[in-house]
Each structure stands twice: as C-alpha cells, then as structure tokens.
C-alpha cells in the first residue's frame, strides 16, 4: 500500500528531479516515478550544462533554490564564459560536464532531500476526479493518490527514435516510451504534437587524431554556475575540447 502524497513527479529527467527538490524543501510529500531508478537525470544528448540563455536559466533556477547549478559545478570537466566580448547582461555561463557524476551527484542530493520517495514504474495513466489529478496508475495497476501530479515525461511520451531511415518507439535508444498518459490528455482536450532533438553521434577518443583539430581550453577564471559554497574544479584540472570543421 501507498501512503497519499502532497506531490506525484511522473518522470525524473531533470525537470523532475527539479520539481520533486522544489516541492519537498517547500515541505511536500513527494513522490518520484521513474521507469528506470539507473537514468535519473542522465544527459541524453549532449553532456553540458547552460550556454547562451539557458545559462541564465540554470543560474535562475539556482537562485530559488533549485539543484541544476549545484551539480553542474561538482560535476564540470571545463568551464567557459561564453559571449564575453558584449556586456555583461549577455554572457552565458556553459559547463562541459561528467554525465555519469552529473546524475549520480544528482540522485544523491535527491536521497538526502527530506520528504521525496522514488519508485520505479511506467505511469500509463492519472487518476482524474472532478476535473481535478488526484493520483496515478503505474504499468503495474498500482494507484498511487496525491493532491497534484507533475508530469515531466519529455520525449518518452509516445517517443520515437529515427535512425536513418528506420524509426521506432522509445524515449531513447534501448528504453521503450512512456505510453498512456498522452492517449488520455488528448481525450481531455489537451493537443498533442512532437519536437524533434538530435544527439550526435559518439566516438572513441582513442581512435581520433587529435593534431588536426583545434583546441579549445577551458576559462582559467572558475566562475561556476551556483551562488552558494559548491566546491569547483580547479582550472589546472579541466579537459580541453576540440573543433572540426567540415
């Protein structure tokens, strides 16, 4: 038997892990359902953090208390401030960052958040009375109640994954879709459509030739994204990038 919560997050991607961190420091019951306890907050595609705009957002977010920055700095391999040569408004914070420690350090500081429960299941549907979400049904047929439900699935709703010319269900490769839960928000007038996100392809450094690209070295001034006391890496101690050109 489930015990009824303040807070059910269907999803823990990072806007999950964010909104279950949120809601549980503002003394919420919550609740974190995930179809895979090993993927929380795993970088799917590209293994940075902020950038141009969605640094401000990490620092945003940071600011009100959220964990995004936190993690990016425990977790970054180079740090670079982007856009220096305009005014300060304008420069982007950008972390190059250790996806494996990104989300372990990620779902440690969700374990050592008071009030925030994890349970691994498929949500295939929410629980509505009275106009109002009240709960979910897992893949499992187990009911879960609450008083609100946050759904933070991304591109597991309904995914499907292009390869070429080959095209298959799944939020990401050799991980099935999250299924369900957007069959009935279009039966209540929600309307459905689809993004497109591209991941690029992976190599193994020991094959590349490194003489014929172009180093990019990381800021020798450490700012970080976080505003409190987070440790950050040495400047000594980052991993150069490297530019091709086609």
């Not at 907050?41 to 959220?66: H, L, T």
């Not at 994890?118 to 187990?142: E, P, W």
């Not at 939020?171 to 007038?189: D, F, N, P, S």
């Not at 450490?222 to 006391?229: A, D, K, L, R």
Request: proline share 4%.
């Amino acid at each position: 038997m489930f015990p009824e919560y303040d807070v059910i997050v269907v999803g823990a991607g990072h806007a999950g892990c964010e909104a279950a961190a949120a809601a549980a420091n503002m003394g919420s019951k919550v609740l974190l359902i995930t179809m895979n306890m090993q993927t929380i907050a795993q970088m799917s595609c590209n293994p940075a953090m902020g950038g141009i705009a969605k640094g401000q957002i990490v620092r945003e977010i940071d600011a009100m208390g959220g964990y995004s920055g936190i993690v990016s700095d425990l977790s970054t391999i180079q740090f670079r401030m982007l856009n220096r040569s305009k005014g300060p408004a304008m420069w982007s914070p950008r972390t190059q960052n250790d996806r494996m420690l990104f989300a372990a350090t990620w779902r440690e500081m969700l374990e050592k958040t008071p009030n925030v429960d994890f349970y691994q299941d498929m949500v295939r549907s929410i629980i509505i009375k009275g106009n109002k979400a009240c709960g979910v049904v897992t893949g499992l047929g187990h009911e879960v109640r609450s008083k609100s439900v946050v759904v933070t699935s991304g591109t597991f709703l309904n995914g499907i994954i292009h390869i070429g010319e080959k095209q298959f269900g799944g939020g990401r490769v050799a991980e099935k879709a999250a299924t369900g839960i957007t069959e009935q928000l279009v039966e209540y007038g929600f309307e459905s459509d689809r993004l497109k996100t591209g991941t690029p392809p992976r190599v193994d450094g020991r094959s590349l030739d490194y003489s014929k690209m172009e180093e990019q070295k990381g800021d020798g001034e450490i700012v970080g994204f976080s505003y409190t006391n987070t440790p950050r890496i040495k400047p000594e101690a980052q991993r150069s990038c490297w530019i091709t050109y086609t």
